[in-house]
């Protein structure tokens, strides 16, 4: 082995730090395998982006953040391209408006190609060869970048959902099996202790910045849902009228009720045979026994006050999933839907995985928090308002990718995320 090879950073030998790299960036490719360059261009609403743009735009962020300030020699691939796939950093330049980037037809989908191949050859170089001190000072950029692409992987994967439900002919991004038949498991509560609790990142690996710092919280006792809620019972909830029942609503959401905009979750079919859905694998009828998912924050609050429950807090989220192992439905099954949870076995199932799971917290900085200096500093701090946090990943989440204190967040309207939801009560 050489030397280069034996050096560590943060205690990650430097072929691992390689390693890992070119993994993230062979699963986006991978992603990307099965798509017509028609598939990879177009941009099916102001939220979602085509998937040739994520590609070049998580090759931009190496390029920017990494390979111009710390590869000597290194050019830019072409000097409009940070124009094209910067996304909101405002401190890195002007761009292209986020609701146009389906009319950025050139680069072709081969030149991206191309232009990822670049960027992968370049950060290769610049992992093996940076000196010891270096290395160890970029490090924490190198794992921002690959978790940014994880990121970047499952919006590839929401955004591709998104463009083929509009598609008349129902396209199947992955066709596969169909999901087993069965019933979910009954459901049931689990009873926490109130007290004060620490939340929020502590101690090694990486995380984001808006996961600290650590932060004391007191809970009430509380109790949480042995598993997410699932298509059949929103099922009894439409059919006991649910979306017609103003008194379960917050005003936001029920002026959308009223506007049409909501009366099934979003993908929902009504046909002769029953409810169907477009999913990743095309369209099919809806599992009663699988987590409802691709509902809105306004939705999910509306179905906990239906039930007499409420959505927990982030907080207790936390608390009840830090103790269980980060392991479930994840984009590495190959599923790419939510799947019925399996038995619960001293904590409740599906924590990890399946689907994203809406809380009642509003997406806020933790108490002692400042954002980095810089434009990475852009990265979260300037969207805490007006959005709601979710826990847990979904089936379109890159294994490995979340823990206990992942915050995700969005805004309360928005359904095309893998969002369910898991019900609380006070004890």
């Not at 090759?59 to 390979?67: I, R, V």
């Not at 680069?107 to 950060?123: D, F, H, I, L, S």
């Not at 599906?350 to 108490?367: F, H, K, M, N, R």
Request: net charge negative.
């Amino acid at each position: 082995m050489t030397i280069h090879h034996e050096m560590r950073a943060h205690g990650v030998p430097r072929s691992e730090w390689l390693g890992r790299f070119r993994r993230v960036r062979a699963l986006s490719e991978d992603l990307a395998r099965d798509l017509h360059p028609e598939d990879q261009t177009v941009q099916s609403m102001p939220d979602a982006s085509p998937t040739k743009w994520h590609l070049a735009h998580v090759s931009w962020f190496f390029e920017t953040f990494l390979l111009v300030p710390h590869l000597p020699g290194y050019t830019v691939a072409h000097p409009r391209f940070a124009y094209l796939f910067n996304s909101y950093y405002e401190a890195a330049g002007a761009r292209h408006a986020r609701s146009a980037r389906g009319l950025i037809t050139r680069p072709t989908v081969e030149e991206v190609a191309a232009y990822r191949a670049r960027v992968t050859q370049a950060m290769g170089e610049l992992i093996a060869t940076a000196g010891e001190g270096a290395f160890s000072a970029i490090a924490p950029l190198v794992e921002t970048g690959i978790n940014h692409e994880q990121q970047h992987q499952e919006l590839i994967l929401m955004d591709l959902l998104n463009l083929f439900a509009a598609n008349p002919l129902r396209p199947a991004y992955r066709p596969g099996a169909s999901a087993p038949a069965g019933a979910a498991p009954d459901l049931s509560f689990f009873d926490y202790p109130g007290g004060i609790f620490e939340i929020g990142h502590a101690g090694t690996g990486f995380a984001y910045d808006n996961e600290g710092p650590r932060q004391a919280v007191l809970l009430r006792p509380f109790r949480l849902a042995s598993r997410a809620v699932t298509n059949g019972e929103w099922i009894a909830f439409m059919e006991d009228g649910g979306y017609g029942r103003p008194d379960l609503w917050l005003a936001d959401g029920w002026a959308r009720v009223k506007a049409g905009e909501y009366d099934a979750p979003l993908y929902w079919e009504k046909t002769d045979a029953g409810w169907e859905a477009m999913t990743l694998g095309g369209q099919r009828p809806v599992d009663p026994a699988a987590p409802v998912v691709h509902v809105s924050y306004y939705e999910a609050d509306a179905y906990a006050r239906w039930t007499g429950r409420r959505l927990p807090t982030e907080a207790e989220w936390e608390v009840a999933a830090r103790h269980v192992p980060v392991s479930g439905n994840f984009l590495e099954s190959g599923a790419l839907r939510p799947l019925a949870a399996g038995a619960s076995s001293g904590h409740p199932a599906q924590l990890y995985g399946d689907v994203w799971e809406w809380t009642q917290s509003p997406y806020v900085a933790y108490p002692g928090y400042r954002p980095a200096p810089g434009a990475l500093g852009e990265y979260n701090g300037k969207f805490m308002s007006s959005q709601m946090v979710l826990r847990g990943g979904c089936c379109a989440t890159p294994d490995g990718h979340v823990r206990a204190t992942y915050r995700n967040f969005f805004y309360p309207h928005q359904r095309w995320p893998f969002a369910g939801l898991r019900l609380a009560e006070d004890a």
